[in-house]
């Protein structure tokens, strides 16, 4: 995809794309946003997690799940965001099938919180991104179209079990301007809110989604070009690939003197193309009003204080603590910093061997195994624990590296215990210099071809008679102290 790429960097250099992002994710609460119908409705059987409250009954209240407030208060925190002592739930009013009450309860002029941003790193460069706000809303239900799209559907069904799922919506200020940068500020954005525990981040799944809002600007231009609203994106390479094409279609378009409509477009993976799906509404046709059942929010500062206490070390402060503490390159520690659990993973293997040794094998030979196999390291047989046992018998001298990494396949799979294990096997490194001059003597006697090869300068020749001597050894010589010997006896 050179082509695309050469493309954009062109239409880049003309004009100023201007992004803002909206994201949409479920709250990881037990039940409903205004009812007590569990919220974990995946794999459940179509609209058995309903009650009259989702289902839109006559005569039926809502009451607000506190946890949800609490987890967008929370969100809120971890992004900066101020947090407003009064909130209120509004009315969002449109007509659709998969919305049973004919309006959505939204936020509207009252969010629960307001001006956040986030950092995010792209290449070398440090773009902060402001969050405009961040609100709770209601989740609709799901449509199932026969025949694939509405459109060509001769029937079509609705599961009501997401309907009144609690929803975070985080508006994003049109602070992005590449396609990489938006990729970039989503993933950060996904990895802050797993971070929390507020979201499982499953873009597949969709409770975390995004939709873009793109508008090119052309040099010295007054206020923002018009802009075309993207969805219908399902992961972050679709964000990035919808918004490249995106800028290129609108780029062509004023190229040629054309005007942008201001609209609603769909991205189709298929065609690699975004299509236009319907005119965009203003708020002004939701004729949005307060939510008479529903009584206005006060948050106290104590609750604020409270919960802030609640927040965890956020990825980026972390990534920076093991730069400090541990010594780490700044690849390394984002590599391991990924996830809370990667992170405890390599805090434990740190706290029993050198830091540097840890995060050696945790990127290199347990990567390799956690691909392969599907298991991360604390599901595996061997476990953390178990991992620091071997990698404290390297860093004692009882077995060296190589010995360790056969041992690291093995008990990765079946479990067991390293020490007994080498003790059992007899795999402990041969360190001795008396026994290993013995052995030293018998392959320098057998080999006068390296021998002779290696007083007449050739540095290789070493090599091989070391790997005599590993043969001899099964492997558990140390090497270094090999190195040195055969050099003695060689002068
Ligand atoms: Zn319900």
């Given at each position: ?45 179509p ?49 659709y099938p998969d ?42 239900g799901t449509m199932h179209h026969a025949g694939d799209v509405l459109q060509s559907a001769t029937s079509s069904v609705v599961n ?72 219908n ?33 769909g ?10 799906q ?214």
């Open positions: 995809m050179i082509q695309v790429e050469e493309q954009l960097d062109a239409v880049l250099a003309r004009y100023q794309a201007v992004i803002g992002l909206e994201v949409h994710a479920q709250l990881l609460t037990r039940s409903k946003m205004f009812c007590a119908c569990s919220a974990g409705y995946h794999d459940a059987p609209n058995s997690h309903t009650c009259p409250v989702c289902l839109a009954l006559p005569g039926v209240l809502p009451v607000i799940n506190r946890q949800a407030v609490e987890y967008t208060i929370l969100t809120a925190l971890a992004l900066d965001c101020e947090i407003p002592e009064f909130s209120k739930f509004d009315r969002k009013n449109y007509f919305l049973p009450k004919g309006y959505q309860i939204s936020q509207f002029d009252l969010p629960l919180s307001l001006n956040g941003h986030l950092d995010v790193l792209v290449g070398d460069e440090v773009v902060r991104a402001g969050i405009t706000r961040v609100h709770l809303e209601e989740d609709t009501l079990n997401r309907c009144g799922v609690p929803l975070m919506e985080i508006v994003g200020e049109p602070d992005l301007h590449t396609p990489e940068q938006a990729r970039e500020y989503l993933q950060r954005l996904r990895q802050v809110l797993v971070y929390i525990g507020v979201n499982d981040g499953n873009l597949e799944r969709g409770s975390f989604r995004c939709d873009a809002n793109v508008s090119l600007q052309q040099p010295g231009a007054l206020g923002f070009g018009t802009k075309v609203e993207v969805k994106m399902n992961s972050f390479r679709a964000v990035q690939k919808a918004l490249e094409s995106e800028i290129l279609r609108q780029a062509d378009m004023l190229d040629r003197g054309e005007r942008i409509v201001q609209e609603t477009r991205w189709v993976e298929a065609h690699g193309t975004t299509i236009s319907r005119s965009k509404e203003g708020a002004s046709d939701y004729k949005y009003f307060p939510e008479p059942d529903l009584p206005p929010m006060h948050i106290t500062r104590d609750m604020v204080e409270r919960i802030r206490a609640e927040l965890p070390e956020l990825p980026e402060a972390k990534r920076r603590r093991f730069e400090t503490q541990y010594g780490l390159s700044a690849y390394e520690a984002s590599v391991v910093t990924q996830t809370q659990d990667d992170a405890g993973t390599f805090e434990t293997l740190a706290s029993g061997v050198d830091a540097k040794i840890a995060v050696n094998w945790f990127m290199g030979d347990v990567a390799r195994l956690a691909n392969i196999t599907g298991v991360k390291l604390q599901d595996s047989g061997l476990g953390v624990k178990g991992l620091v046992a071997l990698l404290k018998l390297v860093a004692a001298g009882t077995i060296n590296g190589s010995i360790a990494k056969g041992l690291l396949d093995e008990l990765y799979a079946t479990g067991g215990d390293a020490v007994q294990l080498v003790q059992e096997r007899g795999l402990g490194q041969v360190s001795d210099a008396g026994e290993l001059g013995t052995i030293l003597d018998e392959v320098i006697a057998s080999n006068p071809n390296a021998v002779n090869d290696f007083r007449g300068g050739k540095e290789a020749a070493l090599q091989s008679l070391m790997g005599q001597v590993m043969k001899a050894t099964r492997g558990r010589a140390d090497a270094k102290l090999v190195n040195t010997l055969l050099r003695e006896r060689l002068g």
